[in-house]
Nanobody, 123 residues
């Protein structure tokens, strides 16, 4: 397993970023995927999740319609489009995979974790 997240960076408040997650060695299409994040000094928390086929999604309450998780199984990639970013969105964002077609919001249900990609939102 080699989940690779990318797309993080520095952005001003109100800006947008798109995170990507893929695994160059195997297909992700059968499994549900998720994004979690960990801000400095805080616990890691759920952000968004998507079913294997992409029809079912879950979001954390703090997303408030600003983020969208989608997947392109033909490209073996899962995306997290983040709009209207706030300084409190600053965190290390992790891509995660569940060996199930059904997405989970629980870290205990995650089977594989990728390395994080850092998102920094300046005020």
């Amino acid at each position: 397993v080699q989940l690779q997240a990318s797309g993080g960076g520095l952005v001003q408040a109100g800006g947008s970023l798109r995170l990507s997650c893929t695994d160059p060695r195997r297909s992700l299409s059968r499994n549900a995927m998720a994004w979690f994040r960990q801000a400095p000094g805080k616990e890691r928390e759920f952000v968004a999740a998507i079913s294997s086929g992409g029809a079912l999604t879950h979001y954390a309450n703090f997303v408030e319609g600003r983020f969208t998780i989608v997947r392109d199984n033909a490209k073996n990639t899962v995306y997290l489009q983040m709009n209207s970013l706030k300084p409190e969105d600053t965190a290390l964002y992790y891509c995660a995979e569940t060996e199930s077609s059904v997405p989970t919001t629980d870290q205990g249900g995650i089977d594989y974790w990728g390395k994080g990609t850092l998102v920094t939102v300046s005020s």
